[in-house]
């Protein structure tokens, strides 16, 4: 797909992470940010297994705090593509934080946005599907990006920054 330097928030066990990581050339990088090592050992050992291991940094911790300290590194606009699946609460954070990492023309996919239909819903307003259903107003209404919602499983909406 022709990326080369990509960010993943939230990894889980890293059925999403390793698709972008079999994607890459060999000289690519995927920056896997998740907290909870438990799901990262899950994650490393399908690295391993798909041979794709030298291509994935994980950064186990806050995503907020990774993504913080590659802009402090100096690695804003540098990022072809960013995927986030992880705390739903946090989507409109990483996606700022994202949108500087990422450069003009590159993609950040962000993966839930439906939250089962409950975003739809009026009658649901608890605080995970009000953040998303917030979240999704921000980037339909935001110009420095173009974007597609797919409703496909739970919804995806794919931005390419501006």
């Known amino acids: 797909f022709g990326a080369r330097k990509c960010i993943e928030v939230g990894v889980y066990t890293g059925y999403s992470s390793l698709a972008v990581a079999l994607a890459l050339p060999e000289s690519g990088c995927l920056v896997a940010c998740e907290r909870d090592d438990k799901v990262l050992e899950v994650a490393r050992r399908y690295f391993e297994l798909a041979g794709v291991l030298h291509k994935v940094q994980i950064k186990h911790g806050l995503a907020i705090d990774t993504l913080n300290v590659l802009l402090l590194n100096g690695e804003a606009g540098s990022y072809d593509?960013?995927?986030i699946d992880a705390e739903k609460k946090m989507y409109m954070e990483y996606?700022?934080?994202l949108l500087k990492l990422v450069r003009v023309g590159g993609?950040?996919?962000i993966d839930n946005v439906l939250?089962?239909?409950k975003v739809?819903?009026?009658l649901v307003n608890d605080s995970r599907t009000v953040s998303l259903r917030n979240?999704?107003?921000a980037i339909f209404e935001d110009e420095r990006v173009s974007i597609s919602l797919?409703?496909?499983g739970d919804g995806m909406t794919i931005c390419r920054k501006l």
């Open 81 to 83: 593509f960013a995927f």
């Open 95 to 97: 996606f700022e934080l």
């Open 107 to 109: 993609v950040i996919v």
């Open 120 to 122: 739809a819903d009026p």
């Open 135 to 137: 979240f999704n107003n």
């Open 150 to 152: 797919v409703p496909i």
């Open 115 to 117: 939250w089962h239909g």
